[in-house]
């Protein structure tokens, strides 16, 4: 499992009963999380301190509870600072787990000893794009919500990139792969990071077990005569690492050689000392 452990403002304190609770800075959050199907002892005082509590509905969804916690705050991690605010569906707009991803990327692009261009899909507030930005790579950034691309923005200039080479879009994103490769264009690595369902700004219906593996293809046609890598990350139950593996290879490997590999990300637990499973990522690499 690959662990984002690197975290000085940001931890999971406790785990039980389908909820998490997690320190983000200086307030205390309790979230649902569908993994934690186990039940302990609730011991860590933030339980009944929380700044937060996101309640899920029986009927699907669900509502925040909150107790003197800002409407925004913001968290650093090393050199990159994200701004937080909790809201629809548990979020705060931030997946610290990803942190374990971002170190990988900003290695090979610094190691490149070249300029390198990313493409970032699905790319939500920006977390993979201020990495790779301050890693000195340039960047097309593309998710199909306003909201988030402007709040993607707003990230990029609280960690002094809002002068570093980034495009940022809001399009479809299948859509844009097509009239980039119609286009020509090129890139040295891509990042994806797919819903398990979604919209595109004009209704565009995503499920990612039809699409996934025709999309990777797809984008794999973007890719430059010396590419770095491609990173799929996936949040959805059915894309396990050894399914990752099979379709990366099939499209990446097949095509330009080089190595997959895929396995689970996760967070550590302060009070228990287990790792939380959060979601899966196959990494492919040229050497």
Same mark, same amino acid.
């Given at each position: ?5 690197? #975290? ?26 569908? $993994?934690? +199907?186990? !039940? ?7 339980? %009944?301190?929380? &700044? ?6 029986? !009927? ?10 800002? %409407?925004?705050?913001? @968290? =650093? ?20 787990? $990803? ?7 900003? !290695? ?22 201020? *990495? *790779? ?17 402007? #709040? ?11 002068? *570093? ?7 479809? /994103? ?10 020509? &264009?090129?890139?040295?690595? @891509? +990042? ?9 700004? %004009? ?7 039809? =699409? @996934? ?6 984008? *794999? &046609? ?17 894309? $396990? ?12 490997? %097949?095509?330009?050689?080089? &190595? ?14 287990? @790792?939380?499973? /959060? ?9």
């Amino acid at each position: 499992m690959w662990i984002a452990d690197g #975290w000085k403002e940001y931890e999971v304190l406790d785990t039980s009963s389908g909820e998490k609770l997690e320190r983000w800075g200086d307030y205390i959050l309790v979230r649902p999380d569908p $993994q934690v +199907i186990w !039940k302990t002892e609730r011991k860590n005082a933030g339980w %009944k301190k929380k &700044n937060g509590h996101y309640h899920r509905s029986s !009927k699907g969804g669900g509502e925040w509870e909150f107790f003197n916690l800002p %409407k925004e705050w913001s @968290i =650093h991690y090393k050199d990159l600072t994200f701004n937080l605010k909790p809201f629809s569906f548990k979020h705060t707009g931030l997946f610290p787990e $990803q942190a374990a991803n971002w170190e990988w990327s900003r !290695k090979l692009i610094e190691n490149a000893g070249r300029p390198i261009k990313v493409l970032n899909l699905f790319a939500y507030t920006g977390g993979a794009t201020v *990495a *790779a930005a301050k890693a000195g790579a340039s960047l097309t950034h593309v998710d199909a919500s306003k909201g988030m691309v402007t #709040w993607a923005k707003e990230n990029a200039v609280s960690s002094g990139l809002a002068d *570093a080479p980034v495009r940022y879009l809001v399009d479809d /994103c299948v859509k844009f792969v097509e009239r980039e490769i119609r286009r020509g &264009n090129k890139y040295d690595a @891509i +990042i994806m990071d797919p819903p398990s369902y979604g919209r595109g700004p %004009k209704g565009e219906i995503w499920k990612i077990e039809e =699409h @996934i593996f025709p999309f990777i293809e797809l984008t *794999a &046609n973007l890719l430059s005569d010396r590419p770095l890598f491609f990173l799929v990350n996936s949040y959805t139950t059915g894309l $396990q690492p050894a399914v990752l593996t099979y379709m990366m290879s099939a499209i990446l490997v %097949k095509k330009f050689g080089g &190595n997959v590999e895929a396995d689970e990300i996760g967070l550590p637990v302060k009070d228990s000392g287990l @790792i939380l499973p /959060c979601g899966a990522s196959g990494r492919w690499t040229k050497n």
